[in-house]
């Protein structure tokens, strides 16, 4: 027992986060992956990290690494320690953003994308050229699950509350508007709704939250009324929308600050009109595990999303 308490003090931390990896992967192989580690090392730190609890710790089996009783036992406490050290170290770090390197990952879908990263990457290529981006796009429990585990360090969209370990800050209020080319016959007159149900659709359904909370509304509001859509063409991505719209007589119904963007590049090819339709608006906001609260490049980080994308009617920072 002595032996195994000294072994214990000369103990090297990056097994135990070698250990909390393999545990949420199931896999020596998944692991290496995300620890940019060789699958040697990775089965060379498990060996070590036997030695030193005297236990096998996982089970091969069909369906992966299968954890012991003892590394079941003490994985909470491993994660909610290691958490606590990274959170000690980063709020003692000094971060500079023009020489920093660091990556952010952000969740979001296809039309958060489209909206956010436009402004973010021009402004980050001034202030902070070596920070890097990464989207993730992910159903929202296992976005929750990454934010917690630091494999995700921002929520961008019109997501579900995330919980009381979560902050959410509110960033703007979304709503659908209806872009069409300028060349057609509605281009040059207000948008009534007889105008609107005659005219053909492109139904545009990327994944996520935000783009199907507010189709969900417009949706039951035609339901309400009897009234549907003459939709000819369904679009699971957006790219290219722009030119199909520019150049032929389909109306596309789209949150208002995507189509603000396509219009802008499109040098006077579209035209965006409101939608003839009493829609609510859905609230667009960032979220963030409270770990990450500390974090001096987070800090900063998502102080400008808050710079760029925030309107004035906004909330300040709250925990759910």
């Not at 072994?7 to 620890?35: C, F, G, M, P």
């Not at 990775?42 to 091969?60: E, G, K, Q, T, Y």
């Amino acid at each position: 027992m002595k032996s195994n308490i000294m072994r214990l003090h000369q103990l090297d931390l990056n097994l135990l986060r070698v250990l909390k990896v393999v545990y949420r992967t199931r896999s020596v192989t998944k692991a290496s992956e995300q620890l940019f580690m060789t699958q040697s090392a990775v089965s060379n730190a498990l060996r070590r990290l036997r030695d030193h609890l005297d236990d096998p710790l996982f089970i091969r089996r069909n369906e992966g690494m299968v954890p012991t009783a003892l590394v079941e036992s003490i994985i909470g406490s491993i994660e909610y320690s290691l958490r606590n050290i990274e959170d000690a170290l980063h709020s003692h770090l000094k971060f500079d953003p023009f020489t920093s390197a660091r990556l952010v990952r952000l969740l979001s879908n296809d039309l958060a994308q489209m909206v956010f990263l436009p402004r973010l990457v021009k402004h980050l290529s001034d202030v902070a050229p070596g920070v890097r981006l990464e989207t993730v796009e992910t159903p929202w429990d296992e976005g929750k699950r990454a934010m917690y585990e630091g494999r995700v360090d921002v929520a961008l969209g019109n997501w579900p509350r995330a919980g009381s370990d979560y902050v959410r800050v509110e960033l703007f209020d979304e709503r659908f508007v209806v872009l069409m080319g300028a060349q057609h016959p509605l281009a040059k007159q207000e948008l009534h709704q007889s105008d609107y149900l005659a005219a053909r659709h492109i139904d545009y359904r990327p994944g996520g939250e935000s783009y199907n909370a507010l189709r969900g509304k417009l949706d039951k509001l035609l339901a309400q009324e009897n009234q549907m859509r003459n939709i000819v063409f369904t679009a699971a991505h957006g790219l290219g929308l722009a030119s199909i719209v520019a150049e032929s007589d389909v109306l596309l119904t789209i949150p208002s600050r995507l189509a603000a963007g396509m219009s802008v590049l499109s040098q006077g090819a579209l035209v965006v009109k409101p939608l003839p339709y009493p829609v609510p608006s859905v609230m667009i906001t960032m979220q963030w595990h409270a770990r990450a609260d500390h974090d001096p490049a987070l800090v900063w980080f998502r102080q400008q999303v808050i710079e760029l994308f925030q309107s004035p009617s906004s909330s300040a920072p709250q925990a759910d």
